[in-house]
Nanobody, 121 residues
Framework: VQLQASGGGLVQAGGSLRLSCAASGRIVNVGVMGWYRQAPGKQRELVATITTGGTTNYADSVKGRFTISRNNANDTVYLQMNSLKPEDTAVYYC????????????????WGQGTQVTVSS
């Protein structure tokens, strides 16, 4: 299973970016998909997750500014980021909980390669 993320870049504070991440490979079922981020010198933290049915969860720091969505038909997750702040600067990683066997009971989590988001003040 491969997760290919795209959409990062450099933006001024107050601007917007949209991240995309597509899962491909041997996939039987995709469960929760999400976005995490890691700033220099800090631990990776949750940004947002979304279930197959569309239930979302956000970190308090991004609520009201970021929106996660997904397209189940092509196993893609998106992160629309508005009103960006310098503290949003980080490498953003997408994740997907995937089953690759029909008899598999539990999902395995896969990670994308990370995409850099830099917000200048």
């Amino acid at each position: 299973v491969q997760l290919q993320a795209s959409g990062g870049g450099l933006v001024q504070a107050g601007g917007s970016l949209r991240l995309s991440c597509a899962a491909s490979g041997r996939i039987v079922n995709v469960g929760v998909m999400g976005w995490y981020r890691q700033a220099p010198g800090k631990q990776r933290e949750l940004v947002a997750t979304i279930t197959t049915g569309g239930t979302t969860n956000y970190a308090d720091s991004v609520k009201g500014r970021f929106t996660i969505s997904r397209n189940n038909a092509n196993d893609t997750v998106y992160l629309q980021m508005n009103s960006l702040k310098p503290e949003d600067t980080a490498v953003y990683y997408c994740s997907a909980d995937v089953k690759i066997w029909r008899v598999q009971v539990y999902f395995d989590r896969y990670w994308g390669q990370g995409t850099q988001v830099t917000v200048s003040s």
